[in-house]
């Protein structure tokens, strides 16, 4: 039978989705019960196995682009799986150190000069940790309640005896035991909290229907530029200085209180023209987006105590972040450096 009579799944396909809240949810927040998966620091993917022999794999982004032509190492891989079947997972990739690594992750997704591709899947090599499948053997099974995908994707596992680039996503229902991970996990690069699933949802392209949950820690960094007015801020541009002494650009945060707008106008000051180390320098509205932001730069002089996630790539936080307080007490040498 073809596979446009058996109703493959084409790309591109929507990804199900989830929605951001501070703790892990009783058991009660989605119907049937909750699992809990590792949320990871990469590129949401879907794979989908060659339909036939032959056939071609095809690597799919959340926003709908195919880059398996980036990834020859997931190519050669595609010969474990087998046909017609689509996964949902994270793509990563590890640097020589054996760390995940964002930064390397964005040169490969983006590089396509074909000796460029080999030298970079030889120096980084990229890994899928699925978390979900779509279709097994040419049969959807979006459908299905999670907690039956879940069993078909473990049985999937150990029964082809999957091995690396393809790796199963640790999973729980145990509360504690995520909370656990919340806690130990986060501190390795590139893990970044838990996703909630209900054990009886289906799989919906495009809805919001997981919950995902961020470890957070407190931090510091030096305001550098605004957004806003001096007498109204509403984003704040923050900055760290590195060994050599250069304030370099390390996140901005979500729109502030009014409250601390209130306080931050009696704080900041407007640096004068040609003073300051950004002068000329352009800031991005958002991550891998080329539209920038309208700003003021500050006298970097007063220090933000800011909650972050893990999401980091070169000292850099990737999400924006929120402004705790004013650290009015804190000198600007005790912020640490990148």
Same mark, same amino acid.
């Given at each position: 039978?073809?596979?446009?009579? @058996? /109703?493959? #799944?084409?790309?591109?396909?929507? +990804?199900? *989705?989830?929605? $951001?809240?501070?703790?892990? =949810? ?36 959340? @926003? /709908?682009? #195919?880059?398996?032509?980036?990834? +020859?190492? *997931?190519?050669? $891989?595609?010969?474990?799986? =087998? ?256």
């Amino acid at each position: 039978m073809s596979p446009e009579k @058996r /109703g493959y #799944l084409r790309p591109p396909v929507e +990804p199900m *989705l989830a929605s $951001a809240r501070e703790t892990i =949810p009783g058991a009660g927040a989605l119907r049937g019960g909750l699992a809990m998966d590792l949320k990871w620091d990469g590129y949401r993917v879907l794979a989908f196995s060659p339909d036939r022999p032959g056939g071609p794999f095809l690597l799919q982004t959340r @926003r /709908g682009t #195919l880059i398996q032509d980036r990834f +020859p190492d *997931l190519l050669a $891989a595609a010969a474990q799986l =087998p046909p017609g079947l689509v996964l949902d997972g994270e793509l990563l990739v590890l640097n020589s150190e054996g760390t995940m690594d964002f930064g390397a992750l964005q040169r490969r997704a983006v590089t396509t000069a074909p000796r460029t591709v080999q030298t970079l899947a030889s120096a980084y090599p990229a890994y899928v940790v699925a978390f979900d499948v779509l279709q097994i053997d040419g049969q959807p099974v979006m459908a299905e309640p999670y907690e039956q995908r879940r069993d078909r994707l473990e049985g999937l596992f150990a029964g082809r005896a999957l091995t690396p680039p393809w790796t199963l996503c640790p999973s729980t229902r145990d509360p504690e035991v995520a909370r656990e991970w919340l806690e130990t996990w986060t501190r390795t690069s590139g893990v970044e909290g838990v996703v909630c699933k209900g054990l009886k949802q289906p799989y919906k392209p495009g809805v919001r229907g997981w919950l995902k949950v961020r470890a957070r820690q407190s931090t510091e960094a030096l305001i550098g530029a605004i957004t806003g007015t001096l007498g109204r801020p509403r984003l704040l541009v923050l900055g760290r200085y590195d060994g050599e002494g250069r304030l370099r650009y390390a996140g901005k945060t979500t729109e502030v209180s009014p409250a601390a707008a209130r306080q931050l106008s009696n704080q900041l000051t407007a640096a004068e023209p040609g003073t300051h180390p950004w002068e000329g320098a352009r800031f991005s509205s958002g991550w891998g987006t080329r539209d920038a932001l309208d700003t003021t730069l500050i006298v970097p002089d007063q220090v933000a105590e800011v909650s972050v996630d893990t999401a980091q790539d070169r000292g850099v936080w990737r999400h924006p972040v929120r402004l705790a307080r004013l650290r009015l007490d804190m000198p600007v040498d005790d912020v640490l450096s990148f």
